[in-house]
Protein backbone atom coordinates (compact mmCIF):
# COMPACT_ATOMS: atom_id res chain seq x y z
CA UNK A 1 0.00 0.00 0.00
CA UNK A 2 0.92 3.48 -0.86
CA UNK A 3 1.46 5.91 2.02
CA UNK A 4 2.93 10.00 1.86
CA UNK A 5 3.85 11.39 5.35
CA UNK A 6 4.53 15.30 4.93
CA UNK A 7 7.06 16.50 8.31
CA UNK A 8 5.41 19.35 9.76
CA UNK A 9 1.68 20.57 9.17
CA UNK A 10 2.85 23.94 9.43
CA UNK A 11 5.50 25.94 8.39
CA UNK A 12 6.48 29.82 8.56
CA UNK A 13 8.86 31.60 6.42
CA UNK A 14 9.93 34.93 5.81
CA UNK A 15 9.42 36.76 3.00
CA UNK A 16 12.42 36.29 0.75
CA UNK A 17 13.49 33.05 2.93
CA UNK A 18 14.13 29.95 1.27
CA UNK A 19 10.89 27.32 1.48
CA UNK A 20 11.25 24.12 2.06
CA UNK A 21 8.35 21.02 2.80
CA UNK A 22 9.44 17.73 3.11
CA UNK A 23 7.39 14.80 1.93
CA UNK A 24 8.31 11.22 2.63
CA UNK A 25 6.59 8.02 0.41
CA UNK A 26 5.98 4.44 1.21
CA UNK A 27 5.82 2.72 -2.63
CA UNK A 28 5.71 -1.12 -3.49
CA UNK A 29 7.06 -0.46 -7.39
CA UNK A 30 8.03 3.02 -8.67
CA UNK A 31 6.08 5.84 -7.73
CA UNK A 32 4.45 8.36 -9.41
CA UNK A 33 5.00 11.87 -7.43
CA UNK A 34 2.84 15.33 -7.51
CA UNK A 35 2.76 17.97 -5.17
CA UNK A 36 -0.76 20.24 -5.06
CA UNK A 37 -1.01 23.31 -4.06
CA UNK A 38 -4.66 24.75 -2.12
CA UNK A 39 -4.81 28.96 -1.34
CA UNK A 40 -8.40 29.40 1.04
CA UNK A 41 -11.66 28.72 0.02
CA UNK A 42 -9.91 27.13 -3.61
CA UNK A 43 -10.16 23.24 -5.07
CA UNK A 44 -6.17 21.97 -5.20
CA UNK A 45 -3.95 22.63 -8.61
CA UNK A 46 -0.85 21.11 -9.36
CA UNK A 47 2.46 22.22 -8.98
CA UNK A 48 4.27 20.10 -10.53
CA UNK A 49 4.28 16.07 -10.81
CA UNK A 50 7.58 13.22 -11.15
CA UNK A 51 6.49 10.53 -13.43
CA UNK A 52 9.89 8.93 -15.26
CA UNK A 53 13.01 10.52 -16.07
CA UNK A 54 15.10 13.93 -15.07
CA UNK A 55 14.79 13.61 -10.92
CA UNK A 56 14.61 17.50 -10.54
CA UNK A 57 11.50 18.86 -11.63
CA UNK A 58 10.46 22.21 -11.88
CA UNK A 59 7.16 23.58 -11.74
CA UNK A 60 4.92 26.64 -11.46
CA UNK A 61 5.42 29.74 -9.55
CA UNK A 62 9.12 28.60 -9.14
CA UNK A 63 9.23 25.75 -7.20
CA UNK A 64 10.83 22.54 -7.52
CA UNK A 65 11.05 19.44 -6.43
CA UNK A 66 13.65 16.29 -6.22
CA UNK A 67 13.07 13.07 -6.43
CA UNK A 68 15.49 10.83 -4.24
CA UNK A 69 14.66 7.10 -4.47
CA UNK A 70 17.22 6.38 -1.69
CA UNK A 71 15.63 8.50 0.74
CA UNK A 72 12.15 7.93 -0.52
CA UNK A 73 11.86 11.35 -0.70
CA UNK A 74 10.29 14.31 -2.52
CA UNK A 75 10.81 17.60 -1.19
CA UNK A 76 9.44 21.17 -2.62
CA UNK A 77 11.79 24.01 -2.35
CA UNK A 78 12.06 27.47 -3.75
CA UNK A 79 14.62 29.87 -3.54
CA UNK A 80 12.81 32.65 -2.27
CA UNK A 81 9.19 32.82 -0.52
CA UNK A 82 6.57 35.49 -1.70
CA UNK A 83 3.74 36.50 0.26
CA UNK A 84 1.42 34.87 -2.62
CA UNK A 85 3.10 31.83 -2.05
CA UNK A 86 0.82 31.47 1.30
CA UNK A 87 -1.39 28.26 0.98
CA UNK A 88 -1.47 24.25 1.98
CA UNK A 89 0.61 22.08 0.12
CA UNK A 90 -0.02 18.38 -0.40
CA UNK A 91 2.23 15.80 -1.28
CA UNK A 92 0.63 12.58 -3.48
CA UNK A 93 1.73 9.27 -4.85
CA UNK A 94 0.53 6.92 -7.08
CA UNK A 95 2.44 4.02 -9.56
CA UNK A 96 1.35 2.38 -11.98
CA UNK A 97 -0.76 -0.33 -10.63
CA UNK A 98 -3.23 2.35 -8.84
CA UNK A 99 -4.56 5.25 -10.57
CA UNK A 100 -5.43 6.39 -7.36
CA UNK A 101 -4.02 9.67 -5.59
CA UNK A 102 -2.83 8.97 -2.01
CA UNK A 103 -2.15 12.24 -0.28
CA UNK A 104 -0.80 13.34 2.77
CA UNK A 105 -2.06 15.36 5.32
CA UNK A 106 -0.53 18.60 3.80
CA UNK A 107 1.53 21.96 5.25
CA UNK A 108 -0.09 25.20 5.96
CA UNK A 109 2.98 27.61 4.60
CA UNK A 110 3.00 31.15 6.52
CA UNK A 111 5.12 33.90 4.72
CA UNK A 112 5.96 36.73 7.27
CA UNK A 113 6.71 40.17 5.42
CA UNK B 1 -12.16 26.80 -20.04
CA UNK B 2 -14.26 26.81 -17.44
CA UNK B 3 -12.67 24.15 -14.93
CA UNK B 4 -14.72 22.17 -12.57
CA UNK B 5 -17.27 23.45 -11.86
CA UNK B 6 -19.57 22.70 -8.56
CA UNK B 7 -22.38 23.50 -6.64
CA UNK B 8 -23.95 24.36 -4.34
CA UNK B 9 -20.58 26.03 -2.62
CA UNK B 10 -22.07 25.73 0.28
CA UNK B 11 -24.58 24.04 1.91
CA UNK B 12 -25.78 23.85 5.65
CA UNK B 13 -28.65 20.95 6.51
CA UNK B 14 -30.16 19.44 9.34
CA UNK B 15 -29.33 15.94 9.70
CA UNK B 16 -31.26 13.24 8.12
CA UNK B 17 -32.01 15.53 5.74
CA UNK B 18 -30.80 14.46 1.96
CA UNK B 19 -27.80 16.31 0.50
CA UNK B 20 -27.12 16.46 -3.04
CA UNK B 21 -23.77 17.65 -4.48
CA UNK B 22 -23.07 18.38 -7.69
CA UNK B 23 -20.38 18.11 -10.08
CA UNK B 24 -19.39 19.79 -14.17
CA UNK B 25 -16.29 18.06 -15.51
CA UNK B 26 -13.99 19.73 -17.71
CA UNK B 27 -15.10 18.92 -21.30
CA UNK B 28 -13.31 16.22 -23.09
CA UNK B 29 -12.25 14.43 -19.43
CA UNK B 30 -12.86 11.01 -19.18
CA UNK B 31 -11.92 10.52 -15.75
CA UNK B 32 -13.98 12.12 -12.69
CA UNK B 33 -12.97 11.64 -8.94
CA UNK B 34 -14.86 12.68 -5.52
CA UNK B 35 -12.96 13.52 -2.51
CA UNK B 36 -13.95 14.61 0.72
CA UNK B 37 -11.22 16.70 3.16
CA UNK B 38 -12.11 17.08 6.50
CA UNK B 39 -9.25 18.08 9.31
CA UNK B 40 -9.25 14.88 10.76
CA UNK B 41 -8.66 12.09 7.87
CA UNK B 42 -7.15 14.90 4.92
CA UNK B 43 -8.37 14.28 1.78
CA UNK B 44 -9.90 10.61 0.84
CA UNK B 45 -11.30 9.17 -2.30
CA UNK B 46 -14.49 8.61 -2.52
CA UNK B 47 -15.51 7.01 -5.87
CA UNK B 48 -13.73 6.88 -9.08
CA UNK B 49 -15.27 6.78 -12.42
CA UNK B 50 -13.93 6.51 -15.82
CA UNK B 51 -16.10 6.99 -19.34
CA UNK B 52 -19.13 7.20 -17.05
CA UNK B 53 -18.93 4.24 -15.01
CA UNK B 54 -17.92 3.72 -11.62
CA UNK B 55 -14.78 1.89 -11.15
CA UNK B 56 -13.71 2.18 -7.75
CA UNK B 57 -16.50 3.04 -4.91
CA UNK B 58 -14.56 1.43 -1.60
CA UNK B 59 -13.66 4.68 -0.34
CA UNK B 60 -17.52 5.41 0.19
CA UNK B 61 -18.18 5.64 3.35
CA UNK B 62 -21.29 3.95 4.44
CA UNK B 63 -24.74 2.94 1.92
CA UNK B 64 -25.66 6.55 3.02
CA UNK B 65 -23.34 7.64 0.14
CA UNK B 66 -23.82 7.20 -3.74
CA UNK B 67 -22.56 8.66 -6.57
CA UNK B 68 -23.77 8.78 -10.05
CA UNK B 69 -22.06 10.15 -13.49
CA UNK B 70 -25.44 10.01 -15.97
CA UNK B 71 -23.45 11.39 -18.77
CA UNK B 72 -19.92 12.72 -19.76
CA UNK B 73 -20.73 15.88 -18.34
CA UNK B 74 -22.45 15.61 -14.78
CA UNK B 75 -22.03 13.82 -11.60
CA UNK B 76 -23.55 14.01 -8.50
CA UNK B 77 -22.68 12.98 -4.96
CA UNK B 78 -25.94 12.13 -2.86
CA UNK B 79 -26.10 11.79 1.25
CA UNK B 80 -29.50 10.15 2.49
CA UNK B 81 -29.56 10.58 5.54
CA UNK B 82 -26.99 13.22 6.27
CA UNK B 83 -25.34 13.08 9.84
CA UNK B 84 -23.30 15.76 11.24
CA UNK B 85 -20.12 13.74 10.96
CA UNK B 86 -21.05 14.03 7.18
CA UNK B 87 -19.46 17.62 7.58
CA UNK B 88 -16.60 18.32 5.18
CA UNK B 89 -15.41 19.88 2.19
CA UNK B 90 -16.30 17.85 -1.25
CA UNK B 91 -14.13 17.80 -3.87
CA UNK B 92 -15.03 16.77 -7.45
CA UNK B 93 -12.14 16.38 -9.92
CA UNK B 94 -11.63 15.17 -13.57
CA UNK B 95 -8.57 14.14 -15.97
CA UNK B 96 -8.29 13.41 -19.57
CA UNK B 97 -8.17 9.58 -18.84
CA UNK B 98 -7.35 6.80 -16.11
CA UNK B 99 -3.67 6.92 -16.54
CA UNK B 100 -1.63 7.38 -13.20
CA UNK B 101 0.53 10.02 -14.64
CA UNK B 102 -2.36 12.24 -15.27
CA UNK B 103 -2.68 15.37 -13.43
CA UNK B 104 -6.25 15.84 -11.90
CA UNK B 105 -8.51 19.64 -12.06
CA UNK B 106 -9.88 20.11 -8.97
CA UNK B 107 -13.06 22.39 -8.77
CA UNK B 108 -13.45 24.32 -5.75
CA UNK B 109 -15.23 22.51 -3.46
CA UNK B 110 -18.61 22.11 -1.39
CA UNK B 111 -18.33 23.08 2.28
CA UNK B 112 -21.01 21.14 3.35
CA UNK B 113 -22.28 21.78 7.23
CA UNK B 114 -24.77 19.38 8.96
CA UNK B 115 -26.20 20.17 11.87
Known amino acids: AQSVTQLGSHVSVSEGALVLLRCNYS??????LFWYVQYPNQGLQLLLK??????LVKGINGFEAEFKKSETSFHLTKPSAHMSDAAEYFC???????????FGKGTLLTVNP | DAGVIQSPRHEVTEMGQEVTLRCKPI?????LFWYRQTMMRGLELLIY????????DSGMPEDRFSAKMPNASFSTLKIQPSEPRDSAVYFC?????????????FGPGTRLTVL
Open chain 1, 50 to 55: YTTGAT
Open chain 2, 49 to 56: FNNNVPID
Open chain 1, 92 to 102: AVSDSSNYKLT
Open chain 2, 27 to 31: SGHNS
Open chain 2, 93 to 105: ASGRDSNPTDTQY
Open chain 1, 27 to 32: SSVPPY
